[in-house]
C-alpha cells in the first residue's frame, strides 16, 4: 500500500512539473508574440453588403456593394456586385480581367475576423490586435504570379500593408498550421507568399528549417540584417514578420 502512495505522489510531482513547463512555453509564447511586429489577420469571406472597389485591367475602377461571392480554399473564385448605377456586375477570377481589390471592412465583418482570430488557441486569442481590426477599413486584395512553373496571376490578400515598400507579404491560402499544446498554443500559419519588388511570389515556409536558407536569399541586398543574423542572433521563423519589418525600416531607400 505505502508502494502504491509513493507513486502515486511521483504521478503528482511529475504532473505538476509538467503543468509547470507548459505554463512557462504559453508566458514565454505570450509575451513573445506580443511585443513583436506581426502580420495582420487575414480576412477569409465576401460579406454580403459592404462596400467594394475593384480595379479592372483596363484601368476603370468599379465601385458598389458585394452581393454574393464564393471563396474556394481559401481562393476568391468570383464576386459579384451591384455598382452604384444600380446594375449587377459579376467577376470570374480565370476570366483575368481583375487588376486588384478592397472590401471595405463593416462592424459585422471586424467582428468575423475577431472571431476568427480568437478561434486559434488560447495564446491567439490574447496577443491578437483587436485594436488594428477595429481601425483597419479594408481587405486589400493584389494580383500577383503563383509560386509555379506555369505563370498564373492570382488575386492574393496583402498581410503587411504599411511596411511593403520591397516586400509584399499575401496569405497563402495552402498553408498549414502549426499544432499547439491543448488549446493553449498552434493555429499559426506555416508559410506566406512573398513577392520582393513585383517579382515572381516565393513560398517562405517553415518546414525542416527552411526559412534559414530562404532569410538570406531574402534579405542578402541588406547588410545591416546579414551582419545582425550572422553573429549572435540567428534568424527564426516566429520573427518573419519583424524581419520584413526590419528591411522596411532599415533597407528599403
Given at each position: 500500500?505505502s508502494?502504491?502512495i ?14 509547470k513547463s ?11 508574440t506580443?511585443?513583436?511586429q ?15 472597389e475593384i ?51 463593416g ?14 488557441s488560447?495564446v ?31 488575386l ?21 498550421e ?11 500559419k ?10 515572381k ?6 518546414k ?23 553573429g549572435?542572433?540567428?534568424?527564426k ?17
Amino acid at each position: 500500500e505505502s508502494i502504491v502512495i509513493l507513486c502515486y505522489i511521483v504521478i503528482l510531482i511529475k504532473e505538476e512539473k509538467t503543468m509547470k513547463s507548459i505554463f512557462k512555453i504559453f508566458i514565454l509564447t505570450l509575451f513573445t508574440t506580443v511585443y513583436s511586429q506581426s502580420f495582420i489577420e487575414p480576412f477569409g469571406s465576401l460579406p454580403a453588403g459592404e462596400e467594394v472597389e475593384i480595379t479592372l485591367k483596363s484601368g476603370e475602377v468599379v465601385k458598389g456593394k458585394i452581393k454574393s461571392g464564393l471563396v474556394a480554399l481559401g481562393k476568391i473564385s468570383w464576386i459579384s456586385i451591384i455598382d452604384e448605377d444600380g446594375q449587377k456586375r459579376k467577376y470570374k477570377m480565370k476570366e483575368g480581367m481583375l487588376k486588384g481589390m478592397r472590401v471595405k471592412l463593416g462592424k459585422f465583418a471586424k467582428a468575423m475576423l475577431k472571431m476568427q482570430a480568437a478561434s486559434k488557441s488560447l495564446v491567439g486569442a490574447l496577443t491578437a490586435d483587436y485594436d488594428e481590426m477595429d481601425k483597419r477599413e479594408w481587405a486589400i486584395y493584389e494580383l500577383a504570379l503563383r509560386p509555379k512553373k506555369k505563370d498564373k496571376w492570382e488575386l492574393m490578400q496583402l498581410l503587411n500593408p504599411g511596411f511593403d515598400s520591397v516586400f509584399k507579404v499575401y496569405n497563402d491560402p495552402w498553408a498549414k498550421e502549426t499544432k499547439g499544446i491543448g488549446g493553449l498554443t498552434g493555429g499559426e500559419k506555416k508559410s506566406y507568399l512573398v513577392v520582393k519588388n513585383g517579382a515572381k511570389s516565393v513560398k517562405i515556409e517553415k518546414k525542416n528549417y527552411k526559412y534559414k536558407k530562404q532569410f538570406t536569399e531574402l534579405f542578402n541586398d541588406c547588410e545591416s540584417m546579414m551582419s545582425k543574423y550572422k553573429g549572435k542572433y540567428k534568424p527564426k521563423w516566429k520573427d518573419f514578420a519583424s524581419h520584413i519589418g526590419e528591411h522596411h525600416k532599415n533597407c528599403s531607400k
